[in-house]
């Protein structure tokens, strides 16, 4: 029981930190595109955001 309680502080911690790596921001993209490409993350199982991200990370590497 102690290695589970040590485990969830570990997460918990974790968590946090991810939190604070993040960055919310506000975009202005096409109604018709946003709610395509949210239509077809929804069908993929897909996290949209995430997907944004990839994208961003995929673009930088392109440029190097």
Known sequence: KAYKYKYL?????TYVYIQKMKKKVTLSIEKIIYDEFSAHCKEEGLILSK???FFMK???KEEK
């Open 58 to 60: 995929k673009k930088l």
């Open 51 to 53: 997907q944004v991200e």
């Open 9 to 13: 502080i570990l997460c918990n911690y």
